[in-house]
């Protein structure tokens, strides 16, 4: 554990982690929970106190001071120690949006000239950003398939500085083997990011793989509460460095209330986790066999492609379910709208369940030609699952399967 984690010297279990992590006590004021600080800049007591200051500043971040919002906040550190301590990590910022986090990391990774290699099956605006952003500053960037790891080291170049992917991967849950993708990485000298937001640090943490860099859509499981933007990128101090400067830079500074809202919801984080998995594993089950499915996406279902290798690096599988109705785009929509308890609406993680079309949803402006070609199809269905009672929703799920002629 880091030298200020107030945890005890065992090792404690993810719900004490999730609670205790970070944080510095006392808090100010012996409050019991860290308080929001809402301020856009810092007063000194005389120029010597801010020439002390800046002087320090020069050798690295100085812990509890800034001068600017733009550069810091003691609300957002509490909350960046909390993740850094949970992903095992030196350190984590935490950014105004998950793609705040990604675009900011590569921008700070990559130059012109510089190539980098992204799995086809992570999320499409990282992929876009990648494919069309990068281009245009002279970055190139191959696509290789998630599930063929064999066709990774081929692809690199001697120009190549960095290989993106994500585990579990949006919307089929592929899961990479992390230590096979390590090996090729190191062999090669590349820096390695895994975007594991559909995991979080309870279900799997990459770095302890060997991965530079780990990156989380903070709006999803790790708020959990659907009321928020926010992103975190984890890794060592020195890499977490370099792209703290170019955030001072950029400006993606999460606010302090997201900040704080974000440091509320990581308390219960383990607790949510543990329900969410469980309940995913139980709908996973109940729909794989059923008549009218013709196929369930889910890690800890033996029939997922990614089965053992999840089964070896991850303690729980999440609380996304991708699946297929039999039929197409209008049999998938008819089930969408027949359930009662699951929401019509893009992103998971939070504690309602949530429910989506992928080609209505995030590939509404393609054809189902070029849909298909991305690996959409038309009667695809996401199942993000929150906190209900497993049996409501598995019930639900059984009323919704018989409107399907």
Same mark, same amino acid.
């Given at each position: 554990?880091?030298?200020?984690?107030?945890?005890?010297?065992?090792?404690?279990?993810?719900?004490?982690?999730?609670?205790?992590?970070?944080?510095?006590?006392?808090?100010?004021?012996?409050?019991?929970?860290?308080?929001?600080?809402?301020?856009?800049?810092?007063? &000194? +007591?005389?120029t #010597?106190?801010?020439?002390? &200051?800046?002087?320090?500043?020069l050798?690295?971040?100085? @812990?509890?001071?800034?001068?600017?919002?733009?550069?810091?906040?003691?609300?957002?550190?509490?909350?960046?120690?909390?993740?850094?301590?949970?992903?095992?990590?030196? !350190? #984590?910022?935490l950014?105004?949006?998950?793609?705040?986090?990604?675009?900011?990391?590569?921008?700070?990774?990559?130059? #012109?000239? @510089?190539?980098?290699? *992204?799995? +086809?099956?992570?999320y499409?605006r990282?992929? %876009?950003?990648?494919?069309?952003?990068?281009?245009?500053?002279?970055?190139?960037?191959?696509?290789?398939?998630?599930? %063929?790891l064999?066709?990774?080291?081929?692809?690199?170049?001697?120009?190549t500085?960095?290989?993106?992917?994500?585990?579990?991967t949006?919307?089929?849950?592929?899961?990479?083997?992390?230590?096979?993708?390590?090996?090729?990485?190191?062999?090669?000298?590349?820096?390695?990011?895994? +975007?594991?937001?559909?995991?979080?640090?309870?279900?799997?943490?990459?770095?302890?793989?060997?991965? +530079?860099?780990?990156?989380?859509? #903070?709006?999803?499981y790790?708020?959990?509460?659907?009321?928020?933007?926010?992103?975190?990128?984890?890794?060592?101090?020195?890499?977490?460095?370099?792209?703290?400067?170019?955030?001072?830079?950029?400006?993606?500074?999460?606010?302090?209330?997201?900040?704080?809202?974000?440091?509320?919801?990581?308390?219960?984080?383990?607790?949510?986790?543990?329900?969410?998995n469980?309940?995913?594993?139980?709908?996973? !089950?109940?729909?794989?066999?059923?008549?009218?499915?013709?196929?369930?996406?889910?890690?800890?279902?033996?029939?997922?492609?990614?089965?053992?290798?999840?089964?070896?690096q991850?303690?729980?599988?999440?609380?996304?379910?991708?699946?297929?109705?039999?039929?197409?785009?209008?049999?998938?929509?008819?089930?969408?709208d027949?359930?009662?308890?699951?929401?019509?609406?893009?992103?998971?993680?939070?504690?309602?369940?949530?429910?989506?079309?992928?080609?209505?949803?995030s590939?509404?402006?393609?054809?189902?030609e070029?849909?298909m070609?991305?690996?959409?199809?038309?009667?695809?269905?996401?199942?993000?699952?929150?906190?209900?009672?497993? !049996? @409501?929703? *598995?019930?639900?799920?059984?009323?919704?399967l018989?409107?399907?002629?």
């Amino acid at each position: 554990m880091p030298a200020h984690s107030t945890l005890p010297l065992r090792q404690p279990g993810w719900s004490t982690r999730s609670v205790h992590a970070g944080d510095k006590r006392p808090f100010p004021h012996h409050a019991l929970t860290f308080p929001v600080f809402h301020t856009a800049t810092y007063t &000194f +007591d005389d120029t #010597a106190d801010l020439s002390q &200051f800046m002087q320090a500043r020069l050798w690295g971040p100085v @812990d509890g001071r800034t001068e600017y919002g733009r550069y810091g906040n003691p609300t957002l550190s509490r909350v960046e120690d909390k993740l850094a301590e949970l992903e095992g990590a030196g !350190e #984590a910022i935490l950014f105004s949006s998950g793609m705040a986090a990604i675009t900011t990391t590569l921008l700070s990774l990559l130059s #012109a000239g @510089d190539h980098l290699i *992204i799995t +086809d099956d992570s999320y499409r605006r990282t992929r %876009q950003f990648c494919l069309t952003t990068l281009k245009r500053l002279g970055i190139e960037c191959s696509l290789v398939p998630a599930a %063929q790891l064999d066709r990774l080291e081929p692809a690199i170049r001697p120009e190549t500085k960095l290989i993106v992917s994500e585990s579990p991967t949006n919307p089929y849950l592929r899961v990479l083997d992390l230590e096979h993708l390590v090996q090729i990485a190191t062999r090669a000298g590349v820096k390695t990011l895994i +975007d594991s937001t559909f995991a979080t640090p309870i279900n799997q943490r990459p770095l302890e793989f060997g991965i +530079d860099l780990v990156v989380h859509s #903070a709006t999803k499981y790790l708020a959990g509460h659907n009321d928020l933007l926010a992103g975190v990128v984890a890794g060592s101090e020195y890499l977490v460095a370099l792209i703290r400067e170019n955030l001072w830079v950029m400006g993606a500074t999460c606010d302090p209330h997201a900040a704080y809202l974000t440091y509320r919801g990581l308390k219960t984080l383990a607790l949510r986790l543990s329900r969410q998995n469980e309940t995913a594993q139980r709908v996973a !089950e109940f729909l794989e066999p059923h008549s009218k499915i013709r196929r369930v996406w889910y890690p800890g279902l033996a029939s997922h492609p990614d089965y053992e290798v999840a089964r070896r690096q991850m303690s729980g599988f999440g609380g996304v379910v991708s699946f297929e109705v039999e039929g197409g785009l209008a049999e998938a929509s008819r089930l969408v709208d027949s359930v009662r308890v699951p929401l019509i609406a893009s992103s998971l993680g939070g504690v309602e369940t949530l429910i989506e079309q992928p080609a209505l949803m995030s590939y509404f402006e393609l054809s189902g030609e070029e849909r298909m070609q991305v690996g959409i199809k038309d009667n695809l269905v996401r199942l993000s699952v929150g906190i209900e009672d497993s !049996e @409501d929703l *598995i019930a639900d799920l059984a009323q919704a399967l018989e409107a399907i002629e």
